[in-house]
């Protein structure tokens, strides 16, 4: 009766159009309400969520993402990109593809590379000849990778549900499934530009150029080398990281770059902490809702379910795929990490799955949850950023999703694209 409760209030509420992390304090409060225990043990694990040391990493990135955004980071990512792939068939796809990889080892977050460099990347797209919809499309396709490559903030929750893992361990792990996402990409990029004669009007830049574009990109693209070189080393915890990046992220931003003024602290401070306090709210509400399924037997339940099963693991990771591409069309990746990772993660580890080989496929899994339509969060913003309609970028989205999916299964059999990096450097 708690479990039919639980899920039935979850489902009705988010159909409404509740927010998500809303939709879950109900539903747990309802479930509690039904079992005949006092709702203050809600409000006690929703508080109890939140006290985590490696918790306060999460508003300090948010922060340093802002102050790297503010600057000249999006223009500066965008010509160093260009001059590598921009003059190749279907050049402006490719650098696309390119600079929001390497802005998401900045932002750790899909939202803000698509809304931030993503829609002026799909303007100069438009601009150039390509459909408008393609290049919402791919611009949404390559997000994904945002909270796959460290830092992420995805990851660092990750490692607070499941203890076998770090963030360390995982933002290592992500580096290669990230960089494969992107050599895929730019496959299906070129295949289409080819099919649709997408050229190029971008010249090569000459050697002086190239220094140029490079020394005025390293001050960016040093930050994730010093986020993951200090937490390496042990110089720094990824909780001291985050704010070692916030320091370095304001002087890039004022004194090297020049073009973070001081008028605009107040804006950057102020949607860092509306960021913060959403993710952190879903933090909270999950922890709750977590609660309440370990009170209603629901990890135990499913392990006991499978475990009959007699699963091998392969058999097992096929099928939690499956599940998260499923579950994962309706519920965001945070939430989902929250929800499934204390059921799925030890029913993995009993098989005798390497823990991040596992985070990692569920990490991308339901980051792939935000393009597959009908939901899709990243589709959304893609379509309000370009003005295209939702149809017409589901429309061109298809191979390039099938391509990720195609990328999931071969992370999927081959462990060492997760687990060879980390274990490589001791992780």
């Known amino acids: 009766m708690t479990t039919a409760v639980l899920f039935g209030a979850l489902i009705l ?166 960089v494969m996402i992107a050599a895929g990409l730019a496959v299906v990029n070129h295949v289409i530009s080819i099919r649709r004669n997408y050229r190029s009007d971008m010249r090569a830049p000459g050697i002086g150029e190239m220094l140029r574009n490079t020394r005025r990109a390293l001050p960016a693209l040093a930050l994730p080398a010093i986020i993951l070189g200090g937490i390496q080393s042990g110089a720094f915890t990824p909780t001291e990281a ?57 990890p135990q339940t499913v392990a006991q379910y499978v475990a009959s099963l007699d699963l091998s693991p392969l058999t097992f990771l096929f099928a939690v795929n499956v599940l998260l591409l499923a579950f994962g069309i309706f519920i965001e990746p945070l939430p989902g990490v929250m929800i499934l990772v204390p059921i799925l993660a030890p029913m993995a580890a009993a098989l005798g799955i390497d823990p991040l080989h596992f985070a990692i496929i569920v990490i991308v899994n339901l980051t792939l949850g935000m393009i597959t339509p009908p939901v899709g969060g990243l589709l959304v913003v893609v379509s309000i950023v370009s003005r295209t309609p939702l149809s017409g970028v589901v429309r061109e989205l298809w191979p390039l ?19 060879w990096l980390p274990h490589f450097m001791g992780r």
């Open 13 to 178: 509420f988010m159909a409404l159009g509740v927010p998500i992390a809303i939709s879950m304090g109900i539903a747990a409060m309802a479930a509690i309400a039904v079992k005949g225990l006092p709702l203050i043990g809600v409000m006690q694990k929703m508080f109890g969520g939140l006290d985590s040391f490696p918790l306060m990493a999460v508003p300090f990135f948010i922060l340093a993402a802002e102050l790297m955004s503010g600057g000249a980071l999006t223009e500066v990512l965008l010509r160093f990109a260009a001059q590598f792939v921009g003059h190749l068939r279907g050049g402006l796809g490719h650098t696309n593809i390119l600079t929001l990889t390497f802005f998401s080892g900045i932002s750790g977050s899909a939202m803000a590379d698509a809304a931030g460099p993503g829609s002026m990347l799909i303007k100069m797209m438009r601009d150039s000849g390509y459909h408008v919809a393609y290049a919402a499309a791919l611009t949404a396709s390559i997000a994904v990778v945002g909270p796959i490559i460290p830092p992420s903030i995805l990851m660092i929750i990750y490692a607070l549900e499941d203890p076998g893992v770090s963030v360390i361990g995982l933002y290592w792990a992500g580096l290669i499934p990230g």
């Open 242 to 298: 985050s704010v070692v990046a916030v320091f370095y992220a304001l002087i890039a931003g004022r004194w090297i770059y020049g073009t973070l003024t001081w008028d605009k602290l107040p804006g950057m401070l102020l949607r860092s902490a509306m960021l913060t306090a959403s993710v952190l709210l879903i933090v909270s509400v999950s922890n709750a809702f977590a609660w309440v399924l370990t009170i209603a037997q629901v």
């Open 401 to 419: 999703m099938w391509t990720e999916i195609g990328i999931l299964a071969i992370l999927t059999v081959f462990p060492a694209c997760s687990i």
